[in-house]
Protein backbone atom coordinates (compact mmCIF):
# COMPACT_ATOMS: atom_id res chain seq x y z
CA UNK A 1 0.00 0.00 0.00
CA UNK A 2 1.24 3.64 -0.44
CA UNK A 3 1.27 6.45 1.94
CA UNK A 4 2.35 9.70 1.93
CA UNK A 5 3.13 11.92 5.06
CA UNK A 6 3.40 15.16 4.93
CA UNK A 7 5.29 17.03 7.91
CA UNK A 8 3.85 20.09 9.34
CA UNK A 9 -0.09 20.37 9.73
CA UNK A 10 0.87 24.37 9.52
CA UNK A 11 4.05 25.99 8.34
CA UNK A 12 4.62 29.99 8.45
CA UNK A 13 6.94 32.16 6.65
CA UNK A 14 7.78 35.62 6.01
CA UNK A 15 6.97 37.28 2.72
CA UNK A 16 10.50 36.74 1.01
CA UNK A 17 11.52 33.83 2.19
CA UNK A 18 12.64 30.34 1.18
CA UNK A 19 9.41 28.09 1.46
CA UNK A 20 10.06 24.63 2.44
CA UNK A 21 7.09 21.75 2.48
CA UNK A 22 8.16 18.58 3.19
CA UNK A 23 6.78 14.85 1.58
CA UNK A 24 8.09 11.71 2.44
CA UNK A 25 6.01 8.76 0.76
CA UNK A 26 6.19 4.60 0.54
CA UNK A 27 5.63 2.90 -2.28
CA UNK A 28 6.59 -0.68 -3.26
CA UNK A 29 7.10 0.63 -6.83
CA UNK A 30 8.44 3.74 -8.43
CA UNK A 31 5.78 6.51 -8.23
CA UNK A 32 4.29 9.25 -9.32
CA UNK A 33 4.23 12.25 -7.26
CA UNK A 34 2.65 15.19 -7.20
CA UNK A 35 2.13 18.73 -5.49
CA UNK A 36 -1.14 20.39 -5.53
CA UNK A 37 -2.42 23.78 -4.21
CA UNK A 38 -5.38 24.31 -2.64
CA UNK A 39 -7.28 27.89 -1.81
CA UNK A 40 -10.58 28.99 -0.04
CA UNK A 41 -13.67 27.48 -1.35
CA UNK A 42 -11.73 25.96 -4.16
CA UNK A 43 -10.47 22.79 -6.06
CA UNK A 44 -6.94 21.61 -5.90
CA UNK A 45 -4.54 23.05 -8.99
CA UNK A 46 -1.62 20.77 -9.64
CA UNK A 47 1.24 22.75 -9.04
CA UNK A 48 3.83 19.97 -10.67
CA UNK A 49 4.21 16.09 -11.23
CA UNK A 50 7.48 13.95 -10.84
CA UNK A 51 7.51 11.33 -13.19
CA UNK A 52 11.37 10.06 -13.31
CA UNK A 53 12.15 12.01 -16.27
CA UNK A 54 14.13 14.22 -14.15
CA UNK A 55 14.67 14.61 -10.27
CA UNK A 56 14.17 18.37 -10.14
CA UNK A 57 10.64 19.68 -11.35
CA UNK A 58 9.77 22.91 -12.09
CA UNK A 59 6.32 23.87 -11.51
CA UNK A 60 3.92 26.23 -11.87
CA UNK A 61 4.44 29.64 -9.63
CA UNK A 62 8.18 29.33 -9.34
CA UNK A 63 7.60 26.18 -7.08
CA UNK A 64 9.75 23.57 -7.48
CA UNK A 65 10.22 19.82 -5.99
CA UNK A 66 13.22 17.97 -5.95
CA UNK A 67 12.86 13.68 -5.92
CA UNK A 68 15.26 12.10 -3.91
CA UNK A 69 14.71 8.20 -3.78
CA UNK A 70 17.62 7.00 -1.25
CA UNK A 71 15.11 9.26 1.40
CA UNK A 72 11.61 8.60 -0.05
CA UNK A 73 11.18 12.51 -0.46
CA UNK A 74 9.33 15.14 -2.37
CA UNK A 75 9.99 18.58 -0.94
CA UNK A 76 8.67 21.97 -2.36
CA UNK A 77 10.32 24.46 -2.28
CA UNK A 78 10.16 28.31 -3.44
CA UNK A 79 12.82 30.84 -3.33
CA UNK A 80 10.80 33.80 -2.10
CA UNK A 81 7.19 33.64 -0.36
CA UNK A 82 4.47 35.83 -1.76
CA UNK A 83 1.74 36.71 0.32
CA UNK A 84 -0.61 34.68 -2.69
CA UNK A 85 0.94 31.93 -1.95
CA UNK A 86 -0.70 31.58 1.37
CA UNK A 87 -3.27 27.93 1.24
CA UNK A 88 -3.01 24.58 1.66
CA UNK A 89 -0.80 22.63 0.01
CA UNK A 90 -1.09 18.83 -0.35
CA UNK A 91 1.55 16.10 -1.66
CA UNK A 92 -0.22 13.17 -3.70
CA UNK A 93 1.36 9.33 -5.00
CA UNK A 94 -0.27 7.49 -7.62
CA UNK A 95 1.93 4.01 -7.98
CA UNK A 96 -0.81 2.31 -8.00
CA UNK A 97 -1.43 1.86 -11.67
CA UNK A 98 -4.06 4.19 -11.31
CA UNK A 99 -6.24 1.36 -9.49
CA UNK A 100 -6.37 3.01 -6.06
CA UNK A 101 -6.66 7.04 -7.32
CA UNK A 102 -4.38 9.52 -5.99
CA UNK A 103 -3.23 9.32 -2.31
CA UNK A 104 -2.53 12.67 -0.66
CA UNK A 105 -0.75 13.63 2.69
CA UNK A 106 -2.84 15.56 4.73
CA UNK A 107 -1.64 18.54 3.93
CA UNK A 108 0.29 21.37 5.16
CA UNK A 109 -1.74 24.87 5.69
CA UNK A 110 1.14 27.69 4.36
CA UNK A 111 1.09 30.67 6.34
CA UNK A 112 2.52 34.18 5.32
CA UNK A 113 3.72 36.67 7.79
CA UNK A 114 4.31 40.22 6.08
CA UNK B 1 -12.04 25.58 -22.49
CA UNK B 2 -13.87 25.45 -19.45
CA UNK B 3 -13.10 23.84 -16.07
CA UNK B 4 -14.98 20.91 -14.14
CA UNK B 5 -18.17 22.06 -12.89
CA UNK B 6 -19.65 20.27 -10.18
CA UNK B 7 -23.50 21.10 -9.01
CA UNK B 8 -24.70 21.97 -6.96
CA UNK B 9 -21.70 23.98 -5.04
CA UNK B 10 -23.64 23.54 -1.50
CA UNK B 11 -26.06 21.04 -0.40
CA UNK B 12 -27.95 20.69 3.12
CA UNK B 13 -29.64 17.09 3.73
CA UNK B 14 -30.52 15.74 6.82
CA UNK B 15 -29.63 11.80 8.13
CA UNK B 16 -31.09 9.07 6.46
CA UNK B 17 -32.00 10.76 3.25
CA UNK B 18 -29.95 10.70 -0.27
CA UNK B 19 -28.21 12.61 -2.55
CA UNK B 20 -26.93 12.79 -5.92
CA UNK B 21 -24.26 15.15 -7.39
CA UNK B 22 -22.80 15.96 -10.09
CA UNK B 23 -19.77 16.32 -12.27
CA UNK B 24 -19.23 17.10 -15.84
CA UNK B 25 -15.33 17.06 -17.14
CA UNK B 26 -13.41 18.97 -19.57
CA UNK B 27 -14.43 19.05 -23.00
CA UNK B 28 -12.53 15.94 -24.40
CA UNK B 29 -11.46 14.38 -20.92
CA UNK B 30 -13.37 10.60 -20.59
CA UNK B 31 -11.88 9.48 -16.82
CA UNK B 32 -13.63 10.95 -14.08
CA UNK B 33 -12.55 10.62 -10.50
CA UNK B 34 -14.53 11.29 -7.24
CA UNK B 35 -13.18 12.13 -4.00
CA UNK B 36 -13.90 12.94 -0.47
CA UNK B 37 -12.14 15.78 1.89
CA UNK B 38 -13.09 16.29 5.47
CA UNK B 39 -10.96 17.65 8.11
CA UNK B 40 -10.44 14.52 9.77
CA UNK B 41 -9.74 11.57 7.10
CA UNK B 42 -8.52 14.22 4.35
CA UNK B 43 -8.50 13.26 0.64
CA UNK B 44 -9.90 9.75 0.45
CA UNK B 45 -10.52 8.46 -3.25
CA UNK B 46 -13.82 7.55 -3.79
CA UNK B 47 -14.19 6.10 -7.10
CA UNK B 48 -12.93 6.43 -10.71
CA UNK B 49 -15.20 5.94 -13.51
CA UNK B 50 -13.60 5.76 -17.52
CA UNK B 51 -16.03 5.24 -20.69
CA UNK B 52 -19.37 4.90 -18.50
CA UNK B 53 -17.57 1.90 -16.62
CA UNK B 54 -16.24 1.89 -12.54
CA UNK B 55 -12.72 1.34 -13.12
CA UNK B 56 -11.82 1.55 -9.42
CA UNK B 57 -13.52 2.05 -6.33
CA UNK B 58 -12.11 3.18 -2.65
CA UNK B 59 -12.40 1.62 0.57
CA UNK B 60 -16.14 3.58 0.92
CA UNK B 61 -19.29 1.68 2.01
CA UNK B 62 -21.84 0.41 -0.78
CA UNK B 63 -24.04 3.75 -0.21
CA UNK B 64 -21.47 5.70 -2.07
CA UNK B 65 -22.11 4.96 -5.92
CA UNK B 66 -22.11 6.55 -8.82
CA UNK B 67 -22.43 6.57 -12.76
CA UNK B 68 -20.73 7.80 -15.60
CA UNK B 69 -22.62 8.80 -18.86
CA UNK B 70 -21.86 8.60 -22.33
CA UNK B 71 -20.83 12.32 -22.73
CA UNK B 72 -18.43 11.44 -19.79
CA UNK B 73 -20.65 13.61 -16.97
CA UNK B 74 -20.87 11.56 -13.76
CA UNK B 75 -22.88 11.49 -10.89
CA UNK B 76 -22.41 10.58 -7.66
CA UNK B 77 -24.98 9.24 -5.46
CA UNK B 78 -25.23 8.70 -1.35
CA UNK B 79 -28.19 7.12 -0.16
CA UNK B 80 -28.84 7.02 3.85
CA UNK B 81 -27.25 9.77 4.53
CA UNK B 82 -24.99 9.92 7.52
CA UNK B 83 -23.93 12.80 9.82
CA UNK B 84 -20.03 11.75 9.20
CA UNK B 85 -20.60 11.77 5.38
CA UNK B 86 -20.56 15.70 5.83
CA UNK B 87 -17.90 16.61 3.48
CA UNK B 88 -16.37 18.52 0.11
CA UNK B 89 -16.80 16.32 -2.74
CA UNK B 90 -14.12 16.74 -5.32
CA UNK B 91 -14.02 15.52 -8.51
CA UNK B 92 -11.50 15.93 -11.29
CA UNK B 93 -11.41 14.62 -14.96
CA UNK B 94 -8.38 13.54 -17.27
CA UNK B 95 -8.07 12.62 -20.57
CA UNK B 96 -7.23 9.27 -19.82
CA UNK B 97 -7.03 6.83 -17.27
CA UNK B 98 -5.01 5.06 -15.05
CA UNK B 99 -1.94 6.40 -13.28
CA UNK B 100 0.39 9.64 -14.27
CA UNK B 101 -2.44 11.46 -15.90
CA UNK B 102 -2.88 14.85 -15.01
CA UNK B 103 -6.26 15.40 -12.93
CA UNK B 104 -8.25 18.29 -13.20
CA UNK B 105 -10.43 19.11 -10.10
CA UNK B 106 -13.67 21.29 -9.79
CA UNK B 107 -14.38 23.54 -7.03
CA UNK B 108 -16.24 21.10 -5.35
CA UNK B 109 -20.02 20.30 -3.90
CA UNK B 110 -20.27 20.74 0.04
CA UNK B 111 -22.42 18.68 1.51
CA UNK B 112 -23.54 19.27 5.37
CA UNK B 113 -25.48 16.33 6.92
CA UNK B 114 -28.09 17.58 9.91
Known amino acids: AQSVTQLGSHVSVSEGALVLLRCNYS??????LFWYVQYPNQGLQLLLK??????LVKGINGFEAEFKKSETSFHLTKPSAHMSDAAEYFC????????????FGKGTHLIIQP | KAGVTQTPRYLIKTRGQQVTLSCSPISGHRSVSWYQQTPGQGLQFLFE???????NKGNFPGRFSGRQFSNSRSEMNVSTLELGDSALYLCASSFFAGENNEQFFGPGTRLTVL
Open chain 1, 27 to 32: SSVPPY
Open chain 2, 49 to 55: YFSETQR
Open chain 1, 92 to 103: AVDSGGGADGLT
Open chain 1, 50 to 55: YTSAAT
